[in-house]
């Protein structure tokens, strides 16, 4: 089954071409990958999926709904969050807050039961700190829980960005470029990371990135995109087997 399907999807800006006709699947419970050079139009695609840019022609079906140009907050709760190219976080809240504040999205407690402390919302508030805590722990960023945000090193920065989105209880998770600026080390880490935190949630990911290791090492279906269209889809095998793709983009990129 797949999870979601984008059918004919296009976005244009002007005269410029973002995305063209792109038809893809992403399996139910898969990592998969989209890949391709600079400016290929891979942002743009998390940017439709999400509802961040409305969609200039076809579909996005997320669990057989159609999800197109829905607003963004329903796009979120109907199970599909995301980290950030460039990364976006309360710089000056400590690590915790930053979760915290990310936990409460799912509160379901009024002003009036908070300003009144009621056992319904403290019995809720205690729930959101223990998941605050837990996703800290899972993430391997609980010894630094009290520091400002911004003075993580970046590669946690990036984890940080991952415990938020994971913080809203997503399904289906999309990570744009999370080993960016990473050295290999840590980027073996995070795929390590990524592979566990797909089992203990249940969820299904969609990452773009340019580390080929980190890709090849982890996805089991990758498209790839160049000016906006569909280059080629398959298993890591295929794609790096694939001329079309070794032309436009492997060969360039090592
Ligand atoms: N809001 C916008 N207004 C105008 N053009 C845009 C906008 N967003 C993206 N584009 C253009 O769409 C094209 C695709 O951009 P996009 O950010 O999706 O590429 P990308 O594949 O994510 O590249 P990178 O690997 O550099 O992050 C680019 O030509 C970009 O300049
Ligand atoms: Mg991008």
Redesign the pocket.
Known sequence: MNILELKNLTKT??G?T??GNVDFEVPKDSISGLI??????????F?LITGV?KVTGGKIIFKGQDITNMEPYKIAESGITRTF?NIRLFKKLTVYENVLTACHANANYNLLESVLRTPKCRKQEKELKEKADNLLEIMGLHDRKDMIANNLPYGLQRRLEIARALALNPELLLL??PAAGMNPDETVQLMALIADIREKFNLTVLI?D?HMDLIMGICEKIMV?NF?CKLAEGTPQEIQNNPKVIEAYLGVEG
Not at 36 to 45: E, F, L, Q, R, S
Request: proline letters at 4%.
């Open positions: 800006f002007g410029l973002a995305v391709g050079p600079n400016g290929a139009g891979k942002t743009t695609i940017n840019y190219q744009d470029e773009i340019h995109l906006g």
